[in-house]
Protein backbone atom coordinates (compact mmCIF):
# COMPACT_ATOMS: atom_id res chain seq x y z
CA UNK A 1 0.00 0.00 0.00
CA UNK A 2 0.70 3.69 -0.64
CA UNK A 3 1.83 6.25 2.32
CA UNK A 4 -1.03 8.51 2.94
CA UNK A 5 -0.26 11.49 1.68
CA UNK A 6 -1.40 15.18 2.06
CA UNK A 7 -3.28 16.73 -0.31
CA UNK A 8 -2.16 19.90 -1.97
CA UNK A 9 -4.43 22.56 -1.46
CA UNK A 10 -5.28 25.11 -3.78
CA UNK A 11 -3.72 28.45 -3.37
CA UNK A 12 -6.62 31.38 -2.97
CA UNK A 13 -5.39 34.60 -3.06
CA UNK A 14 -1.71 35.31 -0.96
CA UNK A 15 -0.48 33.16 0.58
CA UNK A 16 -0.09 33.54 4.74
CA UNK A 17 3.75 32.60 5.99
CA UNK A 18 3.19 30.68 9.01
CA UNK A 19 4.75 33.34 11.20
CA UNK A 20 2.77 36.36 10.17
CA UNK A 21 -0.13 36.84 12.72
CA UNK A 22 -4.20 36.22 11.76
CA UNK A 23 -5.75 39.45 10.84
CA UNK A 24 -9.25 40.50 12.01
CA UNK A 25 -12.00 40.90 9.39
CA UNK A 26 -13.35 44.08 9.48
CA UNK A 27 -16.92 45.10 8.55
CA UNK A 28 -17.80 48.32 7.10
CA UNK A 29 -18.96 51.14 10.06
CA UNK A 30 -22.91 51.20 10.62
CA UNK A 31 -23.93 54.47 11.90
CA UNK A 32 -24.62 53.94 15.95
CA UNK A 33 -28.26 54.99 16.80
CA UNK A 34 -28.27 58.44 18.63
CA UNK A 35 -28.34 57.79 22.97
CA UNK A 36 -32.21 58.48 24.26
CA UNK A 37 -32.38 58.91 27.58
CA UNK A 38 -34.74 56.36 29.54
CA UNK A 39 -38.45 57.36 29.42
CA UNK A 40 -40.56 58.04 33.03
CA UNK A 41 -42.49 54.64 33.89
CA UNK A 42 -45.63 55.90 33.60
CA UNK A 43 -48.55 54.96 35.81
CA UNK A 44 -49.88 52.02 33.30
CA UNK A 45 -46.59 50.65 32.19
CA UNK A 46 -44.83 50.36 36.04
CA UNK A 47 -42.80 47.31 34.85
CA UNK A 48 -39.80 47.50 32.19
CA UNK A 49 -41.56 45.46 29.72
CA UNK A 50 -44.17 47.55 29.24
CA UNK A 51 -41.53 50.60 28.99
CA UNK A 52 -40.21 48.35 26.39
CA UNK A 53 -43.23 48.03 24.53
CA UNK A 54 -43.80 52.17 25.09
CA UNK A 55 -40.72 53.02 23.28
CA UNK A 56 -42.01 50.82 20.27
CA UNK A 57 -45.42 52.44 20.86
CA UNK A 58 -43.80 56.02 20.41
CA UNK A 59 -41.36 55.11 17.44
CA UNK A 60 -44.49 53.68 15.60
CA UNK A 61 -45.87 56.55 16.02
CA UNK A 62 -43.17 59.15 14.53
CA UNK A 63 -44.58 56.85 10.85
CA UNK A 64 -47.55 58.53 9.16
CA UNK A 65 -50.63 57.02 9.46
CA UNK A 66 -52.20 54.47 7.03
CA UNK A 67 -54.91 56.45 4.92
CA UNK A 68 -57.21 53.68 5.43
CA UNK A 69 -56.12 52.69 8.40
CA UNK A 70 -58.37 53.50 11.76
CA UNK A 71 -56.17 54.77 14.58
CA UNK A 72 -57.83 54.08 18.37
CA UNK A 73 -56.08 54.43 21.55
CA UNK A 74 -57.41 50.85 22.64
CA UNK A 75 -56.10 46.96 20.54
CA UNK A 76 -58.18 45.55 18.67
CA UNK A 77 -58.46 41.89 18.56
CA UNK A 78 -60.09 40.30 15.51
CA UNK A 79 -62.77 37.49 16.85
CA UNK A 80 -61.25 34.26 16.75
CA UNK A 81 -62.71 30.95 17.18
CA UNK A 82 -62.46 28.32 19.85
CA UNK A 83 -61.57 28.34 23.76
CA UNK A 84 -58.05 30.54 22.29
CA UNK A 85 -59.75 33.75 21.42
CA UNK A 86 -62.63 33.51 24.13
CA UNK A 87 -59.23 34.11 26.32
CA UNK A 88 -57.62 36.69 24.13
CA UNK A 89 -61.25 38.80 24.09
CA UNK A 90 -61.25 38.47 28.00
CA UNK A 91 -57.85 39.43 28.30
CA UNK A 92 -58.60 42.61 26.31
CA UNK A 93 -61.71 43.63 28.67
CA UNK A 94 -59.26 42.90 31.56
CA UNK A 95 -57.07 45.24 30.41
CA UNK A 96 -59.51 47.88 29.24
CA UNK A 97 -61.20 47.77 32.42
CA UNK A 98 -58.13 48.35 34.21
CA UNK A 99 -57.08 51.32 32.30
CA UNK A 100 -60.53 52.54 32.63
CA UNK A 101 -60.06 52.79 36.64
CA UNK A 102 -56.20 54.29 36.56
CA UNK A 103 -57.46 56.82 33.98
CA UNK A 104 -60.42 58.01 35.97
CA UNK A 105 -57.92 57.99 39.53
CA UNK A 106 -59.36 54.64 40.76
CA UNK A 107 -63.29 55.74 40.99
CA UNK A 108 -64.34 52.74 40.37
CA UNK A 109 -63.73 50.03 42.71
CA UNK A 110 -61.58 46.96 41.18
CA UNK A 111 -63.55 43.83 39.28
CA UNK A 112 -64.12 40.88 41.75
CA UNK A 113 -64.40 42.61 44.72
CA UNK A 114 -67.14 42.85 47.28
CA UNK A 115 -67.56 46.77 46.78
CA UNK A 116 -66.55 46.83 42.87
CA UNK A 117 -70.17 44.15 43.53
CA UNK A 118 -72.14 46.48 45.65
CA UNK A 119 -71.05 49.19 43.30
CA UNK A 120 -73.43 48.02 40.37
CA UNK A 121 -75.86 46.81 42.43
CA UNK A 122 -76.42 50.49 43.29
CA UNK A 123 -75.81 51.78 39.89
CA UNK A 124 -74.09 54.59 39.68
CA UNK A 125 -74.73 57.90 38.93
CA UNK A 126 -73.43 61.06 38.84
CA UNK A 127 -73.35 64.34 41.68
CA UNK A 128 -71.88 66.72 39.39
CA UNK A 129 -68.90 65.83 37.49
CA UNK A 130 -68.30 62.94 40.52
CA UNK A 131 -69.51 59.43 40.16
CA UNK A 132 -71.82 58.30 43.07
CA UNK A 133 -74.00 55.39 44.08
CA UNK A 134 -77.69 56.06 43.60
CA UNK A 135 -78.48 55.71 47.26
CA UNK A 136 -75.99 58.57 47.92
CA UNK A 137 -77.00 61.27 45.32
CA UNK A 138 -80.25 62.21 46.95
CA UNK A 139 -78.89 62.91 50.18
CA UNK A 140 -76.08 64.61 48.87
CA UNK A 141 -78.76 66.82 47.02
CA UNK A 142 -81.14 67.13 49.98
CA UNK A 143 -77.77 69.08 51.77
CA UNK A 144 -77.41 71.06 49.13
CA UNK A 145 -80.71 72.93 49.18
CA UNK A 146 -80.61 72.45 52.80
CA UNK A 147 -77.53 74.89 52.83
CA UNK A 148 -78.95 77.22 50.77
CA UNK A 149 -82.57 77.22 51.26
CA UNK A 150 -82.44 80.48 52.99
CA UNK A 151 -80.63 82.02 50.43
CA UNK A 152 -82.14 80.59 47.71
CA UNK A 153 -84.37 83.68 45.99
CA UNK A 154 -81.48 86.27 46.39
CA UNK A 155 -79.19 83.71 44.57
CA UNK A 156 -81.60 83.31 41.84
CA UNK A 157 -81.60 86.85 41.18
CA UNK A 158 -77.79 87.66 41.82
CA UNK A 159 -77.35 84.35 39.39
CA UNK A 160 -79.63 85.63 36.57
CA UNK A 161 -79.40 89.18 36.77
CA UNK A 162 -83.20 88.88 38.13
CA UNK A 163 -83.68 86.92 34.38
CA UNK A 164 -85.53 84.08 36.46
CA UNK A 165 -88.64 86.00 36.82
CA UNK A 166 -89.41 86.50 32.94
CA UNK A 167 -87.95 82.67 32.31
CA UNK A 168 -90.45 81.56 34.90
CA UNK A 169 -93.24 84.51 33.33
CA UNK A 170 -93.02 82.73 30.04
CA UNK A 171 -93.28 78.77 31.99
CA UNK A 172 -96.76 80.34 33.03
CA UNK A 173 -97.70 81.87 29.34
CA UNK A 174 -97.02 78.67 28.00
CA UNK A 175 -99.05 76.29 30.71
CA UNK A 176 -102.04 78.82 30.09
CA UNK A 177 -103.76 77.70 33.66
CA UNK A 178 -107.58 77.98 33.76
CA UNK A 179 -110.22 77.96 36.86
CA UNK A 180 -111.01 74.80 38.19
CA UNK A 181 -107.47 73.66 37.45
CA UNK A 182 -105.40 71.10 39.56
CA UNK A 183 -102.40 71.81 38.83
CA UNK A 184 -98.59 70.26 40.46
CA UNK A 185 -95.49 71.93 40.69
CA UNK A 186 -92.59 69.95 41.61
CA UNK A 187 -89.51 70.73 42.90
CA UNK A 188 -91.23 74.17 43.83
CA UNK A 189 -90.47 74.30 48.07
CA UNK A 190 -90.28 78.19 47.35
CA UNK A 191 -93.28 78.88 45.74
CA UNK A 192 -92.38 81.16 43.36
CA UNK A 193 -93.84 78.97 40.03
CA UNK A 194 -97.11 78.56 41.95
CA UNK A 195 -98.02 81.75 43.14
CA UNK A 196 -97.52 83.31 39.45
CA UNK A 197 -99.87 80.49 38.57
CA UNK A 198 -102.78 80.91 41.70
CA UNK A 199 -102.66 85.06 40.46
CA UNK A 200 -102.88 83.76 36.92
CA UNK A 201 -106.42 81.84 37.64
CA UNK A 202 -107.28 84.93 39.75
CA UNK A 203 -106.96 87.16 36.95
CA UNK A 204 -108.73 84.80 34.57
CA UNK A 205 -111.43 84.01 37.11
CA UNK A 206 -111.96 87.93 37.41
CA UNK A 207 -112.65 88.73 33.83
CA UNK A 208 -114.63 85.53 33.46
CA UNK A 209 -116.98 86.50 36.51
CA UNK A 210 -116.90 90.08 34.58
CA UNK A 211 -118.24 88.33 31.74
CA UNK A 212 -120.34 85.32 30.80
CA UNK A 213 -118.22 82.52 32.23
CA UNK A 214 -119.03 81.26 35.42
CA UNK A 215 -116.42 81.40 38.24
CA UNK A 216 -114.70 78.80 38.81
CA UNK A 217 -112.55 79.27 41.28
CA UNK A 218 -113.68 76.63 44.26
CA UNK A 219 -112.48 73.79 42.16
CA UNK A 220 -109.12 75.32 41.35
CA UNK A 221 -106.05 73.65 43.79
CA UNK A 222 -102.65 73.81 43.20
CA UNK A 223 -100.24 71.69 45.12
CA UNK A 224 -96.63 72.05 45.61
CA UNK A 225 -94.32 69.12 45.76
CA UNK A 226 -90.81 69.31 46.83
CA UNK A 227 -88.35 66.44 48.76
CA UNK A 228 -86.68 69.37 50.65
CA UNK A 229 -88.53 70.57 53.93
CA UNK A 230 -86.45 73.61 54.40
CA UNK A 231 -87.34 74.46 50.68
CA UNK A 232 -90.93 73.90 51.63
CA UNK A 233 -90.54 76.04 55.08
CA UNK A 234 -89.04 78.86 53.18
CA UNK A 235 -92.27 78.60 50.89
CA UNK A 236 -94.86 78.86 53.80
CA UNK A 237 -93.09 82.25 54.89
CA UNK A 238 -93.12 83.38 51.52
CA UNK A 239 -97.32 82.57 50.89
CA UNK A 240 -97.97 84.11 54.12
CA UNK A 241 -95.61 86.95 53.41
CA UNK A 242 -97.68 87.62 50.34
CA UNK A 243 -101.36 86.86 51.92
CA UNK A 244 -101.40 83.30 50.60
CA UNK A 245 -101.85 81.09 53.73
CA UNK A 246 -105.55 82.18 53.46
CA UNK A 247 -105.58 80.26 50.30
CA UNK A 248 -107.79 77.27 50.75
CA UNK A 249 -106.59 75.88 46.70
CA UNK A 250 -102.57 76.19 47.98
CA UNK A 251 -101.35 72.85 49.28
CA UNK A 252 -97.28 71.70 50.13
CA UNK A 253 -96.72 68.37 50.13
CA UNK A 254 -93.33 66.64 50.83
CA UNK A 255 -92.71 64.46 48.46
CA UNK A 256 -89.99 62.29 45.21
CA UNK A 257 -90.49 63.54 41.91
CA UNK A 258 -89.65 59.77 41.38
CA UNK A 259 -92.45 58.58 43.45
CA UNK A 260 -95.21 61.17 43.54
CA UNK A 261 -98.10 60.43 45.97
CA UNK A 262 -101.04 61.58 43.60
CA UNK A 263 -103.63 59.54 41.74
CA UNK A 264 -103.56 58.92 38.10
CA UNK A 265 -104.91 60.85 35.89
CA UNK A 266 -105.23 63.46 38.74
CA UNK A 267 -103.70 66.79 37.61
CA UNK A 268 -104.83 68.79 34.47
CA UNK A 269 -101.07 70.43 34.67
CA UNK A 270 -96.98 69.01 35.75
CA UNK A 271 -94.55 72.15 36.04
CA UNK A 272 -90.84 71.89 37.53
CA UNK A 273 -88.51 74.82 37.35
CA UNK A 274 -84.88 73.94 37.85
CA UNK A 275 -85.72 70.71 39.41
CA UNK A 276 -85.25 68.05 37.17
CA UNK A 277 -81.55 67.63 36.52
CA UNK A 278 -80.95 66.94 40.76
CA UNK A 279 -83.26 63.80 40.50
CA UNK A 280 -81.20 60.08 40.51
CA UNK A 281 -83.74 58.48 37.69
CA UNK A 282 -84.99 61.49 35.13
CA UNK A 283 -86.68 58.30 33.24
CA UNK A 284 -88.86 57.82 36.28
CA UNK A 285 -89.68 61.67 37.05
CA UNK A 286 -90.96 61.91 33.13
CA UNK A 287 -92.84 58.47 33.67
CA UNK A 288 -94.22 59.52 37.20
CA UNK A 289 -95.51 62.93 35.58
CA UNK A 290 -97.31 61.05 32.70
CA UNK A 291 -99.24 58.71 35.17
CA UNK A 292 -100.78 61.88 37.03
CA UNK A 293 -102.01 63.78 34.53
CA UNK A 294 -105.19 63.23 32.85
CA UNK A 295 -105.95 63.41 28.75
CA UNK A 296 -104.91 66.50 27.88
CA UNK A 297 -102.61 67.55 30.34
CA UNK A 298 -99.94 69.11 29.85
CA UNK A 299 -95.80 68.97 31.01
CA UNK A 300 -93.86 71.87 31.12
CA UNK A 301 -90.22 71.99 32.50
CA UNK A 302 -87.88 75.10 32.73
CA UNK A 303 -84.55 74.18 33.08
CA UNK A 304 -80.60 75.18 32.99
CA UNK A 305 -79.59 73.68 29.24
CA UNK A 306 -76.68 74.31 26.94
CA UNK A 307 -76.05 76.69 24.69
CA UNK A 308 -75.62 76.87 21.40
CA UNK A 309 -73.55 80.35 20.62
CA UNK A 310 -70.01 79.51 19.85
CA UNK A 311 -68.72 82.99 21.02
CA UNK A 312 -71.45 83.23 23.97
CA UNK A 313 -70.77 79.55 24.77
CA UNK A 314 -67.24 80.15 25.87
CA UNK A 315 -68.41 83.48 27.82
CA UNK A 316 -70.73 81.56 29.73
CA UNK A 317 -68.63 78.93 30.59
CA UNK A 318 -66.14 81.53 32.23
CA UNK A 319 -69.14 83.08 34.12
CA UNK A 320 -70.16 79.64 35.13
CA UNK A 321 -67.21 78.28 36.31
CA UNK A 322 -65.39 81.45 38.26
CA UNK A 323 -68.21 83.95 38.99
CA UNK A 324 -71.33 81.88 40.32
CA UNK A 325 -69.09 79.80 42.55
CA UNK A 326 -67.26 83.16 43.76
CA UNK A 327 -70.89 84.64 44.64
CA UNK A 328 -72.17 81.54 46.39
CA UNK A 329 -69.13 81.98 48.72
CA UNK A 330 -69.52 85.80 49.25
CA UNK A 331 -73.17 85.90 49.58
CA UNK A 332 -74.42 82.42 51.07
CA UNK A 333 -71.21 80.94 52.39
CA UNK A 334 -71.38 78.15 50.61
CA UNK A 335 -69.08 77.23 47.40
CA UNK A 336 -69.04 73.60 47.41
CA UNK A 337 -73.30 74.08 46.30
CA UNK A 338 -73.16 76.75 43.44
CA UNK A 339 -69.94 74.45 42.41
CA UNK A 340 -72.16 71.48 42.01
CA UNK A 341 -74.61 73.61 40.35
CA UNK A 342 -72.83 74.51 37.88
CA UNK A 343 -71.41 71.01 36.89
CA UNK A 344 -74.72 69.34 36.65
CA UNK A 345 -75.94 71.96 34.20
CA UNK A 346 -73.26 70.19 32.08
CA UNK A 347 -73.53 67.18 32.97
CA UNK A 348 -77.80 67.41 32.45
CA UNK A 349 -78.83 66.00 28.34
CA UNK A 350 -79.28 68.29 25.66
CA UNK A 351 -82.03 69.82 24.32
CA UNK A 352 -82.55 67.01 21.97
CA UNK A 353 -81.95 64.69 24.23
CA UNK A 354 -84.43 65.63 27.22
CA UNK A 355 -87.04 65.87 24.39
CA UNK A 356 -86.42 62.34 22.89
CA UNK A 357 -86.79 61.23 26.84
CA UNK A 358 -89.85 63.27 27.55
CA UNK A 359 -91.23 61.33 23.80
CA UNK A 360 -90.37 58.28 25.45
CA UNK A 361 -92.09 58.41 28.22
CA UNK A 362 -95.32 58.97 26.45
CA UNK A 363 -96.09 62.54 25.50
CA UNK A 364 -97.09 63.57 22.42
CA UNK A 365 -95.92 67.10 20.46
CA UNK A 366 -92.92 67.43 22.53
CA UNK A 367 -91.02 71.10 20.98
CA UNK A 368 -88.78 72.99 23.21
CA UNK A 369 -88.05 76.80 23.12
CA UNK A 370 -84.40 78.22 23.61
CA UNK A 371 -84.57 81.47 25.86
CA UNK A 372 -81.35 83.20 26.48
CA UNK A 373 -79.20 81.18 23.30
CA UNK A 374 -79.88 77.91 25.29
CA UNK A 375 -78.59 79.26 29.07
CA UNK A 376 -82.31 77.95 29.88
CA UNK A 377 -84.86 75.80 27.67
CA UNK A 378 -88.37 75.07 28.22
CA UNK A 379 -89.77 71.83 27.34
CA UNK A 380 -93.26 70.60 27.03
CA UNK A 381 -95.33 67.67 26.02
CA UNK A 382 -99.36 66.54 25.81
CA UNK A 383 -100.47 63.57 27.36
CA UNK A 384 -102.56 62.29 24.61
Known amino acids: MRPATARPTKACG ?16 KPREQHRPPLP ?3 WSPCRSHLRTHRRRRRCSLLPPHPRRRLSATPV ?15 AARLASSSLRRRHGHLLPAAGTASHAAFLHSHATSFGFKQVREDEKSKLVGNVFSSVASSYD ?78 LEVGKKRAAEKGYNEEQCLSWVQGDAEALSFEDGSMDGYTIAFGIRNVTHIEKALSEAYRILKKGGRFLCLELSHVDVPIFKDIYDVYSFSVIPAVGELVAGDRQSYQYLVESIRRFPKQEKFAQ ?11 YENLVGGVVAIHSGVKL
Open 14 to 29: KQRSPTSPRKKKTRPN
Open 41 to 43: LSP
Open 77 to 91: ISPRRGRKGMALRAA
Open 154 to 231: VMNDLMSAGLHRLWKDRLISKLNPFPGMKHLDVAGGTGDVAFRVVERIKSVSHRAAQGTLTDMEEDTHIYVCDINPNM
Open 357 to 367: MIQEAGFEAVE
